[in-house]
């Protein structure tokens, strides 16, 4: 028989804490990829906008308190840790003080509703499985929770945030009006490899059901790599374009594949997407991510419980 759930590892991206850190950061992030150096003086600028500080840490932590507070009320009294890819703390720090805890049987969440395989999700999975490697018999088993992609709590806070930012869904239901769920971009090779579209269009499609818009559709942003490789389209800004020519004067963002309000959230959304927009003369109302909606708080609960 398994030993219990003794313990919680958030694995998220991570993000620089002020301006030294953010060429580091991209350095991490960047490592090992073709033209790195460039792609950081492209993408720095974007992190100095907002003061060269991204706030997936300040969320993250947050969701994990409350995830340790949630887990505690259901009578699984655990620590919950995040765990970053890229920034600190780092996967390893957070498996390491888990560890010194007296941990034994740890379940890991990975911080992305749905499942994108090789394109990011395997890396979050193998920061963690590094961090195990190194500390060699002292690591702790990991037994990672399935996707929350269809929970229903995770459903109702994605409906609820688009409500915060459309009260009664008044822009989302008229006729002149769109409701767009956006998500990052991957490469089609990958997609079809994993069930990433077909996770987002059920994660969308039980929105929709919740909100009834006029019309939606499924939009991608964020997209990377080399310009001749095919990734996941249409792109927000190419489907805010088309959404002019179909005569729509007002187009609802949710970024549904996305758990909390971060640079690719901030700025290729609240600034590229945002002066798009403008330029087409569209309005543009986006809501923001689950963040630690109590609801998607419940789902990362039973998510873990589901372990036990």
Aim: negative net charge; contains cysteine.
């Amino acid at each position: 028989m398994a030993e219990p759930i003794d313990s919680v590892i958030l694995v998220s991206f991570g993000g620089p804490e002020g301006p030294d850190d953010v060429v580091p950061f991209l350095e991490n992030v960047l490592r090992n990829v073709p033209g790195a150096a460039g792609k950081i003086s492209e993408i720095a600028p974007h992190y100095m906008h907002f003061g060269g500080r991204s706030p997936i840490n300040e969320h993250a932590f947050a969701q994990a308190r409350e995830l340790e507070a949630a887990l505690r009320e259901d009578g699984l009294d655990v620590p919950v840790r995040v765990g970053n890819r890229h920034w600190k703390p780092f996967a390893a720090e957070a498996l390491r003080e888990l560890v010194d805890g007296g941990a034994r049987r740890t379940a890991g969440v990975v911080m992305a509703a749905q499942r994108s395989g090789a394109a990011s999700y395997d890396k979050y999975v193998k920061a963690v499985e590094d961090a195990r490697a190194a500390l060699g018999e002292r690591a702790p088993e990991v037994v990672y929770t399935e996707s929350f992609h269809a929970h229903p709590g995770f459903i109702d806070a994605v409906a609820d945030r688009i409500g915060e930012a459309d009260p009664g869904f008044r822009a989302t239901r008229a006729g002149d009006g769109v409701l767009l769920f956006t998500a990052h971009s991957i490469p089609t090779a990958s997609a079809k490899a994993t069930p990433y579209v077909s996770q987002l269009e059920e994660s969308c499609e039980a929105v929709a059901a919740r909100v009834r818009p006029r019309r939606w559709r499924l939009v991608y942003q964020s997209r990377s790599g080399r310009p001749s490789d095919p990734w996941l389209e249409p792109d927000v800004c190419d489907a805010l374009a088309d959404e002019k020519r179909r005569g729509t004067r007002i187009a609802v963002v949710a970024p549904i594949g996305f758990l909390s309000d971060h640079m690719e959230v901030l700025y290729d959304l609240d600034v590229e997407a945002a002066d798009a927009a403008q330029r087409l003369d569209l309005r543009l109302i986006r809501a923001r991510t689950v963040l630690d909606h109590p609801r998607f708080i419940r789902a990362l609960a039973d998510a873990v419980r589901a372990l036990q």
